[in-house]
């Protein structure tokens, strides 16, 4: 089976910290895409990243840094310097499955609260 | 670029009553999707398509329909609305597999 876990509920640092949200993924599949989504008090999803799962490079977009790592099936978000319109809702999902079976799976997400 | 569209925005109904909840694409994305959001429970996947004329149950269909007559319309119909099903609805399509979800503004549906 195939599954996501956020283990952070909950998450409130002071802007200009650094934050670094956690995704476990668990799956059997060997092709399989990660993501993560935002989802800030407007409520609207946005797309953030993608990677497959045969390139485990980090990533760094300004202040936004991924780190994957197949060995301990992780996918953790890191924000630098956080800024208060970080504050947001941050989903991870993974998606399973060849041709028609295309589905994305949503982990329960983090509420990450900046303080000013 | 419209994107992916929802409608309605809100929407209150009484028990018992039916509706159909609408998502349009403009983008040629033969992947769409129907999930849902409750409060601390992230999206549960409702119905999916992959493509005009083909449905398939996702992990919460009960109380739900779907149908793809089109490549850019997948219309989300609840039947005989129940205070279960009070959530935010999300429309999402996508082009081919992995590349990532397009969601619509969402549906926040209130059942009374």
């Known amino acids: 089976a195939q599954k996501v876990t956020q283990a952070q509920t909950e998450i409130s640092v002071v802007e200009k910290e650094d934050v670094t949200l956690d995704c476990v993924y668990e799956t059997r599949d060997t092709t399989y895409y990660l993501f993560w989504y935002k989802q800030p008090p407007s409520g609207e999803l946005v797309f953030l990243i993608r990677?497959?799962?045969?390139?485990?490079q980090n990533e760094i977009s300004g202040r936004y840094s991924w780190n994957f790592q197949k060995s301990t099936s992780s996918f953790n978000f890191t924000i630098t310097a956080s800024q208060v319109v970080d504050s947001a809702v941050y989903f991870c999902?993974?998606?399973?499955?060849?041709?028609?079976?295309?589905?994305?799976?949503f982990g329960k997400g983090t509420r990450l609260h900046i303080l000013p | 670029n419209a994107g992916v569209t929802q409608t309605p925005k809100f929407r209150i109904l009484k028990i018992g009553q039916s509706m159909t909840l609408q998502c349009a694409q403009d983008?040629?994305?033969?992947?769409m999707y129907w999930y849902r959001q409750d409060p601390g429970m992230g999206l549960k996947l409702i119905y999916y398509s992959v493509g005009a004329g083909i449905t398939d149950k996702g992990e919460v269909p009960n109380g739900y329909n779907v149908s793809r007559s089109t490549t850019e319309d997948f219309p989300l119909r609840l039947e005989l609305a129940a205070p279960s099903q009070t959530s935010v609805y999300f429309c999402?399509?996508?082009?081919?597999?992995?590349?990532?979800?397009?969601f619509g503004s969402g549906t926040r549906l209130t059942v009374v």
């Open positions: 999402a399509s996508s082009t081919d597999r992995g590349y990532g979800y397009t």
């Open positions: 990677r497959n799962s045969f390139d485990e």
């Open positions: 983008m040629n994305h033969n992947y």
């Open positions: 999902a993974l998606s399973v499955g060849m041709n028609r079976d295309d589905k994305i799976i």
